[in-house]
């Protein structure tokens, strides 16, 4: 992707994040993120919410807030239709105690200080505002940038300042387990025919696979967790 991204193609990076199709090699993870984040956002006791979105660039997320936003401010260090702000997320150009909701989205691991990140994240979110965050524990390397994974207790320090913090994994060991296939496919299918050959035949069929099995298992086992998601209060 490049600064020269129009409206529809960002807008449609967005919804097969939110709604992935099952030939997505994430399927499984994205559909249990979308899951968890509806279930939080129904949790929330305002209207007219001022949001913030750290790494804003394809906003999956901001649909599921229907009529309940005044403002929302995506932040991001490349710029698309959807940026409101270009900047590091380690830095922002933004007021104290202002927002009522922060996302930040598979952000964390590309930066090489997360702490500054939710430190900045919590200075300007108001007295009781919430962070929806959601970060990688196991996935092979998707760029040179990326720094980090993330383990629960990990996690629970980073988010110390927080009053309260609840952690969620994306879908158990199963699911991770077989979404772990999936990206490895994808790794490996290294020309454009291949990949698109497993696209509509292997990574739906696993996909379907791990759901099915995750469901008998009925995520009672998560030590290989694969994405958590967190919901923390200020």
């Not at 030939?23 to 968890?36: A, G, I, M, Q, Y």
């Not at 956002?41 to 949001?51: A, C, G, N, S, T």
């Not at 401010?73 to 409101?84: Q, Y």
């Not at 997360?114 to 760029?143: H, M, N, Q």
Request: proline share 6%; aromatic share 12%.
């Amino acid at each position: 992707m490049t600064q020269t991204e129009t409206l529809e193609q960002v807008n449609r990076e967005g919804r097969e994040r939110l709604y992935p199709s099952l030939t997505n090699p994430s399927w499984l993870v994205l559909r249990k993120r979308r899951e968890l984040f509806r279930k939080w956002f129904e949790r929330l006791p305002y209207h007219d919410l001022r949001v913030l979105d750290v790494g804003g660039r394809i906003q999956p997320y901001r649909s599921l807030l229907p009529m309940r936003l005044s403002r929302y401010v995506a932040v991001d260090l490349r710029s698309t239709p959807l940026v409101h702000v270009v900047a590091r997320a380690e830095q922002l150009p933004l007021a104290n105690d202002h927002f009522d909701v922060a996302f930040c989205t598979q952000v964390l691991q590309y930066v090489p200080d997360p702490r500054l990140v939710i430190a900045e994240t919590y200075r300007v979110l108001k007295p009781g505002g919430f962070l929806l965050l959601s970060v990688p524990s196991a996935l092979p390397r998707d760029s040179d940038e990326e720094c980090w994974r993330f383990l629960p207790e990990g996690l629970r320090e980073l988010l110390g300042a927080f009053a309260h913090v609840e952690l969620e994994p994306e879908g158990g060991s199963v699911a991770g387990f077989f979404r772990t296939i999936n990206v490895c496919l994808n790794i490996f299918a290294r020309y454009r025919a291949i990949r698109s050959l497993f696209r509509y035949s292997i990574y739906p069929m696993v996909n379907l696979s791990g759901a099915m099995l995750e469901q008998v298992a009925n995520g009672r086992n998560n030590q290989f967790a694969v994405n958590y998601s967190i919901f923390a209060q200020k």
